[in-house]
Every structure is written in C-alpha cells, then in structure tokens.
C-alpha cells in the first residue's frame, strides 16, 4: 500500500486528496481517488478539482465579494473570467483585464494566455450530431457560434435553442444577446448612405409632434413654417453626417 488517507468533516475532499497524492508520488491517481472519495456515503465535495490559490476579493468599499479560487489543471485566465461572470462583475465594468494581469504577475501562477474560454466543452453535441470539442472564447457571443454551426451543419432552430439555453443556463457563462448577429457592417460612409438610405430615423418633419408649441413663442410661426420647408426637410432625408 502506498499509504493512508483520511479526510476530515471541514477539509474539501479533492485538496486534501491532491495534497495525499503529491506527497505520495500518486499524481497519476489523483482522479481516481477524488472520484472515488466523492461517490463514497457521507463525503460532500464541493468540487473534484483541488484549489491551489485561494484569495478574498473585495469591491473599493471593503465589502467582501467572494473568494476566488485557481484550480490545478484549469488556466488562470479561465477561474478569474468565471468569477467574474459568477459574481456580476462585468456589469459593474470591473477592469477584467487588469486582475488578470495582476494575478498573473505572482510567482505561484503560471499563465499561458490572458484571453479567456468562456465555454469548453470537449465533446459537444446540437440536434443529433455529435461536433467534437467546441471553445468559445471571452470575446464571442454564444449564440452567433451556435448560429454559425447551426448554418454550417443544416440544424434546426429548435436545435440551436436548445444548446444556447444549455449553455447560457450557467452562471459563469455570460450571454448578452438572444439573437444572432448574421450581417454587419463598420466603417459607413456617405456613399454607403446614398446606396441605402437612412431607412432607420427617416422622417418628414424635424420635431414634428411639438410644432404647435412654437406658436406660443416670438417668432413661432415663422419657425414652424421654416421647418416645413424644402430644405429643413432635404436636410433632415439627407443628412451629410
């Protein structure tokens, strides 16, 4: 026997195996031992991944937030975006950024990559396809991938609605949007302007539902018939800028 190992009431079953294993030289047995431990009657574990920092986050008015916890086998871009997201920090514009590079920066950490997975999943599945392993990154949304592989393999609607609410049902996974970006288009110009139109606030009339008010003031009815005019009205159809 390589040794014995006792777990304790107020220890996390997965540290206290990881530690047993490190200092038995029994690494490779570590899933073995976690699994069996957590599945045996009366051992409540919280999680099956050992915790090797473990730091209390608090907001600028001293306030405890939670802890926050880097686990072995994970990145610790990873840990800090699910807390993040977890916690609702992104809401509150925290400087994601910024804690990573600042727990990055200890001695005790070691960083691959700064940029986040947001979603893993190693063998993800939508309507009756099998896909493999999918990786959404911090800066995709889930549903324009889930559309995009929805597209791609000729799923349905219902398919894709299904893995998004699967998906996005966790808290550490943020989902901002409901609806798939299918177009886009940046940088528009007036020559875009002239191609289309400006079919999205196009209106006959400048403040056309207060007109009635100007009549109360000096001048009123001279601006009134201003803004009726061609070119108050040329102006606002075709806008140079």
């Not at 086998?73 to 590079?101: C, Q, S």
């Not at 009549?215 to 800028?241: D, N, Q, R, T, Y």
Request: some cysteine; charged content about 30%; overall charge neutral.
């Amino acid at each position: 026997p390589i040794g014995r190992l006792v777990i304790y009431e107020n220890e996390e079953p997965a540290d206290k195996v990881f530690k047993w294993c490190k200092e038995n030289n029994a690494s490779e047995y570590y899933d073995f031992i976690v699994n069996s431990a957590c599945e045996s009657d009366g051992v409540i574990c919280k999680r099956r991944q050992s915790v090797y920092l473990s730091i209390s986050i608090s907001d600028p008015d001293g306030g405890h937030i939670n802890m926050l916890e880097l686990k072995h086998g994970n990145e610790p871009a990873d840990d800090i975006f699910a807390f993040f997201a977890t916690n609702g920090l992104f809401k509150k514009n925290w400087d994601f950024r910024g804690m990573v590079k600042q727990i990055c920066a200890k001695q005790s950490v070691d960083c691959k990559r700064e940029k986040a997975v947001k979603y893993l999943d190693d063998n993800f599945s939508m309507g009756n396809r099998t896909l493999g392993r999918l990786v959404i990154w911090e800066d995709e949304e889930v549903v324009d991938v889930l559309y995009n592989i929805r597209m791609h393999y000729n799923l349905t609607a219902l398919d894709q609605r299904i893995s998004f609410n699967d998906i996005c049902k966790r808290p550490e996974v943020p989902c901002n949007r409901f609806k798939a970006i299918t177009y886009r288009k940046t940088h528009i110009t007036k020559l875009d302007y002239e191609k289309f139109g400006n079919e999205t606030c196009k209106r006959q009339f400048v403040g056309v539902k207060h007109l009635s008010s100007f009549s109360e003031l000096p001048f009123g009815e001279k601006i009134s018939k201003m803004l009726k005019g061609g070119a108050a009205v040329s102006a606002v159809e075709h806008p140079l800028f």
